[in-house]
């Protein structure tokens, strides 16, 4: 059986792409060196009716967006170089730019990415996968085990990073294939199994982001735009309105891909003891195991509750107030991870559940781009920028509403978090759907969560993800058959997504 490696070793071989798939990235990134700066020159010097400070960001923010989609730089480089820029042209001084880089949101991410660390350290989220694979449910069916993989890898993936979660589980993946396909190597009908096995892997990650607003960056980077806009959304809120999206599209999945894919595919006991044994390997569960479920259960009650609290009193109780006041989400996330290191493991060598070395393998990348997001929409409204670009758009479009809005840039993000991170993608549309909605007189609300909830959507191609990348590295996925699977979820994914908000949406207000 092939070892099976932990996510941070994985996660190494993300850019495993084709050789023509390198050379279209080299010829991106050289695309964005020489056209970034040439755009951004270009607006800064144009004449136009905007403030200097608004066009001297309009210039930067076109950098940005050009950086960002062709990848020139790192992601989280071209989130520094905004705000550094902002501060050097003198949109704005540096205590204000970066002032954003320390929003409460920020601490949300770095606890939660604590916490998510600490089940690595301790795999415990290796044992609930094997757990859920070692089932006597699944038996012999191709069906169920494919299911139960899904299932886990969207369940995991609510709590942590996309791309973890397909590290963590497409070794396994590839192990129960190697056992599946012994002497089947030529069969078309392994061959259908494998490649929706390796699919859902990528695919269940991304669904399952959407669920919570700690499952995936832009999340949070709708969360904190709207807040901006004075749209305030609670963790428990978020959920009421994102899991069902995610069942609805999980069971698409099951019905459009999984189940025409699993006919006729029989389990072998070897493919069953591969499971059994990894979980075997574990071992009973450790005291380390235990702290992270105490930690993780007690930050899950903090962010929860409250937003429960809050939709059955109202915001007009004065305790239920004061508990949201006490304990925001950030600092729940900050509880949990903090627990963490006074949680101890062997009391006699001061042995404790994480030591900060271990917490410092958090993506700190991800951070810098999510500050540098907040920080550019910040500025956008201060300068007017975002105003005068909400009002051009209303101008060319008059009498746009809600329905017009949510349907154009829910559509949008999809399109672009094919060519760009989904991160990215939310931070160069959300500021601008926000904007427009303004300009057009109706709530952020519905605008922004479909831009949200669609960036999440890149299915199509390797490059969308790197979780695509994981899984196409494996073989078994030919590049067509990706693309007409993602196009399928994709459009799936845009009726959805847009019916639940424009129907439901109104439960969040």
């Not at 400070?53 to 905004?82: D, F, K, S, Y």
């Not at 069969?187 to 669904?207: N, Q």
């Not at 949990?336 to 290191?341: D, E, H, T, W, Y």
Request: charged share 10%; net charge positive; glycine share 10%.
């Amino acid at each position: 059986m092939a070892a099976v490696r932990r996510p941070h070793e994985q996660a190494e071989t993300l850019d495993s792409y084709s050789p023509a798939e390198e050379q279209f990235n080299r010829r991106r990134r050289t695309v964005g060196l020489v056209l970034g700066p040439a755009i951004f020159l270009l607006v800064l010097f144009m004449p136009t009716a905007l403030p200097p400070p608004a066009q001297r960001l309009a210039a930067i923010l076109v950098l940005m967006v050009t950086m960002w989609m062709t990848e020139a730089l790192p992601l989280a480089v071209t989130a520094l170089l905004g705000p550094a820029l902002a501060i050097l042209l003198g949109v704005a001084p540096a205590a204000t730019v970066f002032a954003p880089f320390a929003d409460p949101i920020i601490f949300l991410f770095i606890g939660s990415f604590i916490l998510a660390e600490a089940m690595f350290v301790h795999r415990l989220d290796r044992r609930l996968a094997f757990s859920a694979l070692s089932s006597a449910w699944i038996g012999w069916s191709g069906f169920r085990l494919i299911a139960v993989y899904a299932s886990v890898t969207c369940l995991i993936s609510m709590w942590m990073s996309n791309t973890a979660t397909t590290a963590m589980l497409f070794p396994l993946g590839l192990a129960v294939l190697a056992e599946i396909g012994r002497g089947r190597r030529n069969d078309a009908a392994f061959g259908r199994f494998a490649m929706a096995l390796m699919l859902v892997t990528s695919f269940a990650a991304s669904i399952g982001g959407m669920a919570t607003p700690v499952g995936t960056p832009p999340n949070l980077l709708g969360k904190a735009f709207l807040q901006q806009a004075g749209v305030t959304i609670s963790f428990a809120g978020w959920m009421v309105l994102a899991v069902p999206i995610v069942i609805v599209m999980m069971a698409f999945v099951f019905v459009w891909m999984v189940a025409p894919a699993s006919r006729g595919i029989v389990l072998g006991d070897e493919a069953r003891r591969t499971v059994r044994a990894e979980l075997a390997k574990l071992g009973p569960m450790t005291r380390g195991e235990r702290n992270v479920i105490f930690a993780f259960s007690l930050t899950a009650l903090l962010w929860i509750v409250p937003g429960l609290l809050l939709a059955v009193y109202g915001s007009g109780n004065a305790a239920v107030a004061r508990i949201n006041a006490l304990v925001p989400e950030s600092v729940a996330a900050l509880v949990g991870a903090l627990l963490l290191f006074v949680l101890p493991i062997q009391w006699r060598a001061r042995r404790f559940t994480m030591t900060w070395d271990e917490a410092a393998r958090i993506d700190w990348g991800i951070i810098l781009l999510f500050g540098g997001g907040l920080a550019i929409g910040k500025l956008a409204d201060g300068t007017g920028l975002s105003a005068a670009l909400g009002q051009w758009v209303t101008h060319q479009f008059p009498g746009i509403g809600t329905v017009g809005l949510t349907l154009v840039f829910t559509a949008l993000a999809i399109v672009i978090s094919e060519a760009a991170s989904n991160t990215a993608a939310a931070n160069i549309i959300l500021p601008t759907a926000i904007a427009v909605s303004k300009a057009a007189g109706v709530s952020p609300l519905e605008p922004a969560l479909g831009v949200t909830l669609g960036a999440s959507m890149g299915f199509m191609m390797p490059i969308s993800t790197p979780p695509n990348a994981i899984v196409y590295s494996s073989g078994y996925i030919p590049i067509g058959a990706m693309i007409r699977q993602g196009i399928a979820l994709d459009i799936a994914g845009y009726i959805i997504i847009v019916s639940a908000i424009l129907g439901f949406g109104w439960i969040l207000k």
